[in-house]
């Protein structure tokens, strides 16, 4: 075998040979000794161009990606294998949140990534949720999407919203929450999506500052809604929302939600505006808010989906 002397070519040719390996050649490459480490980690600072998903869910996964290609690492039990047998696979399973944070901690060192993704299901590593969130708190995380079936983790729940930061989006997918279940929403994500909002009072959502909202099954009523729209046009709350959207009771929210100063929507693309938006909005009825500022925003409302959608210009 010949060996190809990489790091006698001029810094140039070197660049070019790095720029053609992917992401899994590179962290290879890495592990060869603490200069070609070094090397390959400051050639990825200036070409910072991966992206990465880590999921803390039955997948146990990381993927890399590069425009349309994407590798992806997983780990799994080889149970047929190797006759593993049933301690043995716990012991594997403890340690698992472990390895995948480790391995990401190495990739990061050699790639200069940040998290573009991360999948959190609360039931898979139950025992160990803490522990996964004080490592989250401390990475640069893009979106993040969390999931639980049941409310046994719900403290763990709560202490992942306060501890984390999330740049762009924060959904939350989980199902269920004991009866005074209450958590903060961290504040600086520029998206966010709860499938089950119910432990939102009108209140906390007052206190929202995110730009994108979207709440199904809120306990929000039709009222207060028509108290935070009012509180919008007044510059009280919510003044850097963009869009929002929640679901109302049916065809008789719109007289109680529009109960304050409204015109029909001045915007003639509004269906497509909306479109552009929102995942399905076939909205029935526009019209266009007027904010104490001279900001302007469009409303409208979804019948057979029983849903209140909001956008501002
Ligand atoms: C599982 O592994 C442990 C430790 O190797 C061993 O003591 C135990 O007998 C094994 N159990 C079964 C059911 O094979
Ligand atoms: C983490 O969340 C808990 C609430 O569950 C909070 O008491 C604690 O102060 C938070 N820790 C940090 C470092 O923000
Ligand atoms: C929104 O959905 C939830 C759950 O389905 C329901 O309890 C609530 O009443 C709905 N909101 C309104 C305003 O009707």
Same mark, same amino acid.
């Given at each position: 075998m010949t060996t190809f002397p990489l790091f006698h070519l001029p810094l140039v040719a070197m660049e070019h040979v790095l720029c053609m390996m992917n992401p899994c050649e590179l962290i290879d490459l890495s592990g060869v000794s603490t200069r070609v480490h070094r090397t390959v980690a400051s050639f990825s600072r200036t070409k910072s161009k991966f992206q990465v998903v880590i999921a803390f869910?039955?997948?146990?996964r990381i993927s890399i990606s590069v425009g349309d290609e994407c590798w992806t690492l997983r780990w799994t039990e080889k149970k047929s294998e190797v006759d593993k047998n049933v301690s043995e696979t716990n012991q594997f399973s403890k340690h698992l949140p472990k390895i995948l944070m480790g391995a990401y901690n190495y990739i990061k060192d050699v790639l200069k990534c940040q998290l573009h993704l991360v999948y959190f299901h609360l039931d898979s590593f139950p025992n160990q949720n803490k522990l996964i969130t004080d490592w989250l708190g401390v990475q640069a995380i893009d979106n993040i999407k969390i999931g639980n079936v =049941?409310? !046994?983790?719900n403290d763990d729940l709560k202490y992942l919203g306060s501890n984390i930061t999330v740049k762009e989006k924060f959904m939350l997918t989980t199902s269920d929450y004991k009866d005074d279940f209450q958590m903060e929403i961290p504040?600086?994500?520029s998206e966010i999506l709860i499938t089950?909002?119910?432990?939102?009072n009108f209140e906390q959502f007052l206190r929202l500052k995110n730009p994108h909202i979207a709440f199904f099954r809120?306990?929000?009523t039709d009222q207060e809604l028509n108290k935070f729209l009012k509180s919008w046009m007044a510059c009280k709350?919510?003044?850097?929302?963009?869009a929002f959207e929640i679901n109302v009771s049916?065809? !008789?929210a719109m007289e109680i939600i529009m109960d304050l100063p409204h015109e029909e929507t001045? =915007?003639?693309n509004a269906e497509e505006t909306f479109k552009k938006k929102f995942?399905?909005?076939?909205?029935e009825n526009w019209f266009d808010i007027k904010r104490c500022d001279g900001n302007v925003a469009t409303v409208g409302f979804r019948y057979d989906k029983h849903r209140f959608f909001m956008l501002t210009r």
């Open positions: 869910t039955e997948e146990r =049941d409310e !046994e983790t504040t600086m994500s089950n909002s119910r432990f939102i809120s306990l929000v709350s919510h003044l850097s929302l963009e049916g065809p !008789e001045a =915007d003639e995942n399905n909005p076939v909205v």
